[in-house]
């Protein structure tokens, strides 16, 4: 299951993670959102154990989301490190999200 993140817990969960990270900044009344939203869960489960899969409701957390500058979604981020190594703005297949992960494992 996707992991929730937030203002609160982002540097714990997601800058201090020793494995990838899949960010998917999203909103409750976004349209494309609720295509990608479904597709981040399977992800989740693929990827169990190997890297670290989550959500960022930009409504409720505004802080990490201009730190990120956020300003179309679904945006989805790829962080190792504590740093964004790759982005993906609205949605796409499965295959290129898990693509994107699966290439900051090597």
């Known amino acids: 299951m996707a992991l929730t993140f937030t203002d609160a ?4 969960l997601v800058l201090k993670s020793d494995k990838p990270v899949l960010v998917d900044f999203w ?7 609720r295509v990608v ?3 981040v869960e399977e992800l989740a489960n693929d990827f ?3 890297a670290v899969i989550g959500k960022v409701d930009v409504d409720s957390n505004p802080n990490i989301s201009m730190q990120y500058g ?3 979604i679904p945006t989805l981020l790829v962080f190792k490190n504590g740093q964004v190594v790759d982005k993906q703005v609205g949605a796409v297949p499965k295959a ?8 900051q494992m090597a």
């Open 9 to 12: 817990n982002f540097e714990e």
């Open 27 to 33: 909103a409750e009344w976004c349209g494309p959102c």
């Open 96 to 103: 290129v999200l898990a693509g994107k992960l699966t290439a």
């Open 70 to 72: 956020i300003r179309n």
């Open 37 to 39: 939203g479904p597709i």
């Open 48 to 50: 169990d154990g190997t």
